[in-house]
């Protein structure tokens, strides 16, 4: 398992994570303060605090390209 840090405060951001991480087969969770939702899910995704920085659960250890994508959305 692989975290990483991330700030989604607009939602034309939400909708470009979302697209990037359905890409993945695997499992790849949102957490927020004790809340945790499906990273695939925009709708749990809206459900959380975007004010905040966000933790990126990635359940792969061959997801190095996933992180590359994810760069740009570093908090």
């Given at each position: 398992m692989k975290s990483i840090k991330i700030s989604l405060e607009q939602a034309q951001r939400?909708?470009?994570?979302?697209?990037?991480t359905q890409e993945?087969?695997?499992e790849i969770l949102l957490k927020s303060g004790k809340y945790v939702v499906d990273a695939k899910s925009i709708l749990g995704i809206f459900s959380l605090d975007l004010s905040k920085p966000l933790t990126v659960e990635i359940y792969s250890d061959d997801c190095a390209d996933l992180l590359a994508k994810l760069a740009p959305f570093a908090a």
């Open positions: 939400v909708k470009e994570f979302v697209a990037i993945c087969d695997y």
